[in-house]
RNA sequence: GCGCCCGUAGCUCAGCUGGAUAGAGCAGCGGAUUUCUAAUCCGCUGGUCGGGGGUUCGAGUCCCCCCGGGCGUGCCA
């Protein structure tokens, strides 16, 4: 698309006199008054001018400057409509030649984005809490990578804290009342849920705990790290087959136990900044003058029994990834609840003047409920909603719709996986990350409308007529298309000219909802051309088969990338 | 109490960071299949953009006040 609009920004600079920089275009609000506009409000102030006197003087000026492109003034809008012969072959042109690269791009050449995501807790399995951090971070890691970025994907397991002691008595007492054996993760459950329990009104308990604790920190080796490592392992190999199932891998898997020998050194740093301060009895640093809003908030340090804190941890993890990556940008996928920690943390680094603070960003995210604002459960195990029963649940959906709507599919087990993941990833990424996901499980189990599988379903059909085309041999494919005859593909084609400029704006705003909501309109329009018999591929011969070959072929190609950005499987059949 | 976020059709959401007549899906109603997948397509019904001020040539979008909902709020993570 740039072919399109660099000559026409250049040409408005040109007249106007005014930077390049400055001046931008859009779209028209229907599409049938051009392919890009450009309103002349600024112009015309500038100028002291009406803007629909500078539209038609622009207009005027510009007529018969700009190959293939004409320019068209409707009141205060400058309109431009490419040639659509033109349009039809740059666009497919340059789809064909990307391929998989294309809507690329190599801004990200020689920079480093960290995105820390998912970050479950060990001992307990992957469940629906996780889902929203971990395919928002995975779409994101895909994102960057596109345009060039080196992206590390973090995985910042919580492997640390009090509540361990607690497991490890658990442990202890009730190893053999529990199947340890064939499914640890869920014997784990089980007995953290009764370690919480007892951790309340047990005080021998308590104290066993506490001193669990204590042991598991100092380091030594002896039972209880024993324990900790074993829990550790069986809990990593859960999530690593949750992963697999979702598509979803890091490049660092890094527990917070990783960082507890950079904790003394990390307050050192903190307090040779000169930036803490004693209160009540805790090491703190205030923010108030910074910002009046964290007034009443300092970042606590170091708690008055001498323990350091989350924000310890995260700051001393802040450091050390710094120092290893010299990231450009650094992404914590965590949700909103946690916004006062992410600003604190960042006014820490302010107060310690660290030029970088700004390229640490908290990618906040609403909160994930359930019909009527509830909080989800599970039908199968009360309390928690546990992530591989929810693949399976929506899996066996699919199932079932392609029993009834494809009985003939061949790889049917696969393709209710893809269309299951399809069904999820897009639920999560649909709308602007920052509001609250209302789980609506009828929702997700319909496939229908505005979801993941529509979308699958879209591409899918590109994919047949294609490869009914070349079974057929069809005469079209050796002909030379005439692209003329995609006049009806305009709007279609833009779109796709748009696929890079919208993966970039995904990226710079971390937010891939951007993606999914093109990718859903891009599905609309092809749908819609694909359903008219207008359009029929098959059996239209020569040139102009050809032509719609091509553009089946380029808009099968940049749905399916931009799908599988965001991470939803794009199957042939389904 | 204080801080931050959200409020657009009955429901779930878009609205390109201030521009042309506010758009989709679901739900409801009515259509489309001898031909490329009906997980689809087409049409109809449905709006005081929470309310009130302000800035601007122009406000769903920016500022202020209010209302409603959510999250958070020094020794948890």
């Given at each position: 698309?740039?072919?399109?609009?660099?000559?026409?920004?250049?040409?408005?600079?040109?007249?106007?006199?005014?930077?390049?920089?400055?001046?931008?275009?859009?779209?028209?609000?229907?599409?049938?008054?051009?392919?890009?506009?450009?309103?002349?409000?600024?112009?015309?102030?500038?100028?002291?001018?009406?803007?629909?006197?500078?539209?038609?003087?622009?207009?005027?000026?510009?007529?018969?400057?700009?190959?293939?492109?004409?320019?068209?003034?409707?009141?205060?809008?400058?309109?431009?409509?490419?040639?659509?012969?033109?349009?039809?072959?740059?666009?497919c042109?340059?789809?064909?030649?990307?391929?998989?690269?294309?809507?690329?791009?190599?801004?990200?050449?020689?920079?480093?984005?960290?995105?820390?995501?998912?970050?479950?807790?060990?001992?307990?399995?992957?469940?629906?809490?996780?889902?929203?951090?971990?395919?928002?971070?995975?779409?994101?890691?895909?994102?960057?990578?596109?345009?060039?970025?080196?992206?590390?994907?973090?995985?910042?397991?919580?492997?640390?804290?009090?509540?361990?002691?607690?497991?490890?008595?658990?442990?202890?007492?009730?190893?053999?009342?529990?199947?340890?054996?064939?499914?640890?993760?869920?014997?784990?459950?089980?007995?953290?849920?009764?370690?919480?329990?007892?951790?309340?009104?047990?005080?021998?308990?308590?104290?066993?705990?506490?001193?669990?604790?204590?042991?598991?920190?100092?380091?030594?080796?002896?039972?209880?790290?024993?324990?900790?490592?074993?829990?550790?392992?069986?809990?990593?190999?859960?999530?690593?087959?949750?992963?697999?199932?979702?598509?979803?891998?890091?490049?660092?898997?890094?527990?917070?136990?990783?960082?507890?020998?950079?904790?003394?050194?990390?307050?050192?740093?903190?307090?040779?900044?000169?930036?803490?301060?004693?209160?009540?009895?805790?090491?703190?640093?205030?923010?108030?003058?910074?910002?009046?809003?964290?007034?009443?908030?300092?970042?606590?340090?170091?708690?008055?029994?001498?323990?350091?804190?989350?924000?310890?941890?995260?700051?001393?993890?802040?450091?050390?990834?710094?120092?290893?990556?010299?990231?450009?940008?650094?992404?914590?996928?965590?949700?909103?609840?946690?916004?006062?920690?992410?600003?604190?943390?960042?006014?820490?680094?302010?107060?310690?003047?660290?030029?970088?603070?700004?390229?640490?960003?908290?990618?906040?995210?609403?909160?994930?409920?359930?019909?009527?604002?509830?909080?989800?459960?599970?039908?199968?195990?009360?309390?928690?909603?546990?992530?591989?029963?929810?693949?399976?649940?929506?899996?066996?959906?699919?199932?079932?719709?392609?029993?009834?709507?494809?009985?003939?599919?061949?790889?049917?087990?696969?393709?209710?996986?893809?269309?299951?993941?399809?069904?999820?990833?897009?639920?999560?990424?649909?709308?602007?990350?920052?509001?609250?996901?209302?789980?609506?499980?009828?929702?997700?189990?319909?496939?229908?409308?505005?979801?993941?599988?529509?979308?699958?379903?879209?591409?899918?059909r590109l994919a047949s007529i294609l490869?009914k085309a070349?079974?057929?041999?069809?005469?079209?494919?050796?002909?030379?298309?005439?692209?003329?005859?995609l006049?009806?593909a305009?709007?279609i084609?833009?779109?796709?000219?748009?696929?890079?400029?919208?993966?970039?704006?995904?990226?710079?705003?971390?937010?891939?909802?951007?993606?999914?909501?093109?990718?859903?309109?891009?599905?609309?329009?092809v749908?819609?051309w694909v359903?008219?018999?207008?359009n029929?591929v098959l059996?239209?011969?020569?040139?102009?088969g050809?032509a719609r070959v091509a553009l089946v072929r380029c808009a099968k190609s940049?749905l399916?990338?931009?799908?599988?950005?965001?991470?939803?499987?794009?199957?042939?059949?389904?």
């Amino acid at each position: 698309m740039q072919i399109f609009s660099e000559p026409i920004l250049s040409a408005l600079a040109r007249l106007t006199g005014q930077p390049l920089a400055q001046l931008k275009l859009e779209r028209p609000r229907d599409p049938k008054l051009g392919d890009l506009a450009f309103p002349c409000f600024l112009v015309a102030k500038e100028r002291k001018q009406a803007p629909p006197a500078v539209a038609a003087e622009l207009a005027a000026a510009l007529a018969g400057q700009l190959d293939g492109i004409s320019a068209s003034a409707a009141g205060p809008y400058l309109n431009f409509r490419i040639d659509r012969p033109l349009l039809a072959r740059e666009i497919c042109a340059e789809v064909a030649i990307a391929g998989e690269r294309f809507g690329a791009s190599d801004e990200g050449a020689g920079k480093t984005v960290l995105i820390d995501f998912s970050s479950p807790n060990i001992a307990k399995p992957m469940h629906i809490g996780h889902i929203r951090s971990t395919i928002l971070g995975a779409a994101l890691v895909r994102i960057f990578r596109h345009l060039g970025y080196k992206v590390v994907g973090i995985n910042h397991i919580g492997d640390w804290g009090a509540q361990f002691g607690g497991l490890v008595v658990a442990l202890r007492r009730w190893k053999g009342e529990v199947d340890l054996e064939g499914d640890p993760v869920m014997g784990l459950l089980d007995l953290y849920q009764r370690s919480k329990a007892a951790l309340k009104d047990d005080a021998q308990f308590q104290a066993e705990a506490v001193a669990a604790y204590q042991e598991l920190e100092s380091g030594r080796e002896g039972e209880v790290r024993e324990l900790w490592r074993w829990v550790t392992e069986v809990s990593m190999r859960g999530f690593l087959a949750t992963y697999a199932r979702l598509g979803v891998s890091h490049e660092l898997v890094r527990g917070e136990s990783w960082y507890e020998p950079l904790l003394a050194p990390t307050l050192e740093r903190v307090k040779a900044a000169g930036v803490t301060e004693i209160s009540q009895g805790a090491l703190v640093v205030q923010l108030g003058e910074l910002d009046k809003s964290l007034k009443e908030t300092p970042c606590l340090l170091q708690q008055t029994n001498g323990t350091t804190l989350y924000a310890t941890r995260d700051l001393a993890a802040l450091f050390s990834r710094f120092e290893e990556f010299g990231f450009e940008r650094c992404l914590y996928v965590v949700g909103g609840e946690q916004k006062l920690h992410f600003r604190q943390l960042k006014g820490v680094l302010k107060r310690m003047r660290q030029p970088w603070e700004p390229r640490v960003e908290h990618i906040d995210f609403g909160l994930l409920l359930g019909p009527g604002r509830k909080k989800i459960a599970s039908r199968k195990r009360g309390e928690v909603l546990v992530l591989d029963d929810l693949l399976d649940e929506v899996t066996e959906a699919a199932e079932k719709v392609i029993e009834a709507k494809n009985p003939a599919l061949a790889k049917r087990a696969q393709v209710a996986r893809d269309v299951a993941l399809g069904a999820l990833i897009y639920n999560d990424l649909k709308r602007e990350r920052i509001k609250d996901v209302i789980f609506d499980e009828h929702e997700i189990l319909s496939f229908e409308g505005d979801t993941g599988p529509y979308l699958q379903f879209t591409h899918a059909r590109l994919a047949s007529i294609l490869r009914k085309a070349h079974a057929n041999e069809d005469a079209a494919l050796r002909s030379k298309p005439d692209w003329s005859a995609l006049e009806n593909a305009g709007e279609i084609l833009v779109t796709i000219g748009r696929f890079g400029d919208v993966v970039r704006s995904a990226a710079a705003r971390a937010e891939p909802s951007e993606l999914s909501g093109y990718l859903l309109g891009l599905a609309r329009d092809v749908s819609t051309w694909v359903s008219s018999s207008d359009n029929r591929v098959l059996g239209t011969a020569g040139p102009e088969g050809a032509a719609r070959v091509a553009l089946v072929r380029c808009a099968k190609s940049a749905l399916g990338n931009g799908l599988r950005l965001i991470g939803i499987p794009t199957p042939e059949e389904m």
